[in-house]
């Protein structure tokens, strides 16, 4: 039999044959060819340009036929009845073209060219038929391009944009006037062929591009630079089931100084793909502003392989998920795309100092790398072997094959300590939020910080942070009612995400510059129990989670870009912005993680080094500013409480003494209020103008044994009063009056027989006397330092000890008068 003529393309090469000389008008045509691959995608044939063409193409083991020759694109798809045919074996393909006569009927059809077009694989036949005005004419400038192109992403109307990978032979082309045998013409050096790249002429086997799988979010590999520019196009499969993580990224290098504004953020071309809850998104910036477009309509994390296909040509493109095509528009300005660093596949290095990572990619900022396949991966139309890569690079968690477990990972309930688990893709998600565990089956114990009111952490970030997108969570402890839990803050804006304490209820704060926008959630969260609070921002979509309960917000106006210097815990030291500051926190803090970070665990381990604290780690029992009274005639004078309409105290105290005024605040008329130690009980006696009333406390033994006990006395706008001592509660509801109309000091003053110390501890407004520890007290959240209301009462400066954890007799302050 006669010769085959065969040629083995390995994705970069190509031959084209310039029929410039030899334009063809034609009314009846047919192509064969035979080809052998194990690749899903690759252009076989394509001839003309614009709107004149016909593209054969394999794509994702199909094969399709793509024609214009003037009257509009139309395409024919052929698919295997059984198998594939990216197999390895040979299969047969036959295009023909048939102009066919017809009868006119009425002046509708006059000078209509009818044809029949028919496509063959291996006998499996697909018909169409289309109409058009005239004669087309393949030529003029025109090539046939044979197992690729220089651009394969830019030629008209192509469904892929790589080269073919395997062996094409016997490539022809015919019509009624002569015979082109395309494949012999190469072999032979024919004058009008061009050959490219490494052609050999016999075929060879062309090893399949093995998929790789990333088995954590942290696994990636690093690909070369992407030469770009002007043009460019990105291919590839991926397989998952997670619903985020990032793809694709890469960045150019940032704008001059002299363009930079000294502490803003730095402006850099980039590219990126992410996947995000489950929806494909494409983000380009050249340097004119960025496009973020939702590239899938319908979630594509459905554990089945996905196509993206990503062309550009100066400021417009198109990305095309599994065959479906959407166009997009750079904004007007710069058409050149200048990427600088590597491109990463799969995720980011740990070590991100050397990015800049743009604020719109979420992604990368919220450290979600991506979980799954990765497979065909060519850019530029040229293929890259991502197993070989991963294998050079020995990157970590990436392995060279794809597999979809279909056992249930949880099932084996591997999260400890309430972890809550979660699928995903061949592997379990332990979620340790609220837990206080950290680690990959929530199994390591989290840090606790301890603040005393005069404490903090500080996390001062290495550079200055832009994000759209944040996930917080932490865990706290606090009989207080009020206090700054963590906020982000800026040396340059009042930009803030600020979660605090205020009434007992958690207070989320977000100010982008354009005024706060604030959410609540909780309420009595001051019971020194443990609660979990979670805030998950995505540009302008807020949500605050506290014990699992979620409340749900938006942010107002145009702006979703929150710039930070700080994360900081405990006292809010950056306030040049602010208006009023969150009150000092006084408890414990836990499990604080910022985008992913453990960053209470990461400052304890000594993981980062831009940690600033004077809090204390461990679970420690909290004394905040004691104060000892020596004699019965002792007291301090502080500040009216401010108790019109609700109020709430807190403080601490030990003594052996049975009897004593702990606290007095006399008002208008005959409003009052009295805390006072009758028998080693505690009696709350108010009035608020309908008579006195008295509360007692319910503690099961008297509080005059040299322990620290916890008073709670507050009344809500409702007009409850509630009086809780330690972990015992008494409730009252009264009626009449509602407004508690308080003037002179609140001034505890003392009655007291015996003459041994008591303590107290103070954090704001009260006057405290009888020969016991005073204490910490929280009235209304506006506090005062006691040096300042000693010098204020003596006109002499008090040194303060602060003992902070110490709980020996209560050396701090000493009033003895």
């Not at 022809?172 to 072999?187: G, H, M, P, T």
């Not at 995903?424 to 603040?451: F, H, P, Q």
């Not at 944040?470 to 606090?478: I, K, P, Q, T």
């Amino acid at each position: 039999g006669k010769e085959e003529s065969v040629a083995t393309f390995k994705g970069n090469e190509f031959f084209c044959y310039d029929l410039s000389m030899t334009p063809i008008q034609s009314s009846t045509d047919e192509i064969t060819l035979s080809f052998r691959t194990l690749q899903r995608n690759g252009l076989m044939l394509h001839t003309g340009k614009s709107a004149d063409y016909v593209n054969l193409s394999l794509k994702s083991g199909a094969v399709w036929l793509v024609i214009n020759l003037g009257s509009g694109a139309f395409e024919a798809l052929v698919e295997p009845v059984n198998g594939k045919f990216n197999d390895n074996a040979w299969h047969d393909v036959r295009v023909t073209r048939n102009l066919r006569q017809h009868a006119g009927i009425g002046h509708a059809m006059v000078n209509k060219l009818h044809y029949m077009v028919t496509i063959s694989v291996d006998g499996i036949l697909t018909t169409t038929g289309y109409t058009q005005e005239d004669y087309t004419m393949l030529g003029s400038d025109d090539f046939f391009y044979i197992g690729g192109s220089p651009n394969t992403a830019d030629l008209p109307g192509s469904p892929v944009s790589n080269n073919f990978m395997g062996c094409l032979k016997d490539v022809v082309y015919k019509n009624n006037d002569f015979k082109l045998e395309l494949s012999r013409l190469a072999i032979e050096r024919d004058p009008k062929i061009t050959l490219n790249g490494d052609l050999v002429f016999r075929c060879e086997d062309v090893a399949a591009l093995d998929p790789v799988t990333f088995e954590t979010p942290e696994s990636y590999i690093s690909l070369p630079k992407w030469n770009t520019k002007k043009t460019g196009s990105i291919s590839f499969d991926f397989r998952t089931t997670e619903p985020s993580g990032l793809l694709l990224f890469s960045h150019g290098r940032p704008q001059g100084p002299k363009e930079q504004k000294p502490g803003r953020e730095l402006k850099t071309d980039y590219f990126a793909m992410e996947l995000l809850d489950g929806y494909l998104y494409l983000l380009i910036d050249m340097g004119s502003g960025k496009t973020k477009l939702k590239a899938s309509n319908k979630k594509v994390n459905d554990g089945e392989w996905c196509h993206v296909d990503f062309q550009r040509e100066g400021r417009k493109g198109s990305i095309s998920v599994n065959s479906r095509s959407m166009p997009f528009s750079s904004p007007e300005g710069s058409e050149i795309l200048d990427l600088d660093s590597d491109m990463y596949l799969g995720g980011l290095p740990e070590t991100k100092s050397d990015l800049i990572l743009p604020p719109e990619v979420w992604t990368a900022l919220l450290n979600y790398g991506y979980v799954g396949c990765v497979r065909d991966l060519f850019i530029d139309g040229k293929s890259r072997d991502v197993r070989r890569l991963a294998e050079i690079q020995s990157a970590l968690g990436v392995s060279s094959f794809c597999t979809r477990e279909l056992q249930k990972r949880c099932s084996s309930a591997p999260c400890g300590n309430g972890g809550l688990c979660k699928e995903g893709w061949n592997r379990y998600i332990c979620d340790c939020t609220g837990t206080g565990y950290l680690g990959t089956n929530c199994e390591i114990e989290a840090t606790v910080l301890s603040y005393d009111g005069s404490m903090y952490l500080k996390i001062i970030m290495p550079v200055t942070m832009h994000t759209e997108a944040e996930d917080v969570a932490l865990r706290f402890m606090s009989q207080r009612a009020y206090g700054l839990l963590m906020a982000t803050t800026s040396k340059e804006s009042a930009d803030t995400l600020r979660l605090e304490l205020d009434g007992g209820r958690v207070k989320l704060t977000v100010n982008l510059g354009k005024g706060p926008e604030t959410l609540f959630a909780g309420q009595k969260l001051n019971d020194n129990e443990w609660h979990a609070v979670k805030v998950v921002r995505r540009g302008k979509s807020l949500q605050l989670s506290v014990d699992n309960v979620t409340v749900e917000g938006q942010m107002t106006g145009a702006h979703t870009r929150l710039e930070f210097h700080n994360i900081e815990t405990g006292i809010m030291t950056e306030r040049r912005f602010i208006s009023v500051v969150p009150s000092n926190f006084i408890g414990h803090l836990q499990g604080l993680t910022f985008n992913s970070l453990p960053y209470l665990d990461q400052c304890k381990n000594g993981d980062i080094s831009f940690c600033e604290l004077n809090a204390r780690f461990g679970m420690r029992h909290i004394i905040a500013d004691p104060v000892t009274f020596r004699t019965k005639g002792s007291y301090l004078a502080l500040a009216t409480l401010q108790a019109y309409a609700s109020m709430h105290l807190f403080f601490q105290f030990k003594t052996t003494t049975p009897d004593g005024l702990m606290l007095f605040n006399s008002g208008d008329g005959s409003d009052f209020i009295v805390v006072e130690l009758v028998k080693g009980y505690i009696h709350y006696v108010f009035d608020l103008g309908n008579g006195p009333s008295l509360m007692k406390g319910n503690s099961d033994k008297p509080l005059n044994d040299n322990q620290w006990h916890n008073v709670v006395v507050s009344r809500d706008a409702n007009n409850v009063h509630t009086l809780k001592i330690d972990s015992r509660t008494v409730t009252q509801h009264s009626n009449g009056a509602r407004n508690l109309d308080l003037k002179g000091n609140s001034s505890p003053s003392s009655t007291v027989k015996s003459s041994r110390n008591h303590c107290h501890m103070h954090e704001i407004t009260i006057l405290v006397s009888s020969l016991a520890c005073p204490f910490t007290s929280l009235v209304s959240d506006l506090a005062e330092g006691i040096q300042a209301h000693a010098e204020q009462q003596w006109g002499q400066s008090i040194s303060l000890v602060n003992p902070a954890f110490d709980d020996d007799l209560c050396n701090g302050l000493e009033v003895g008068l």
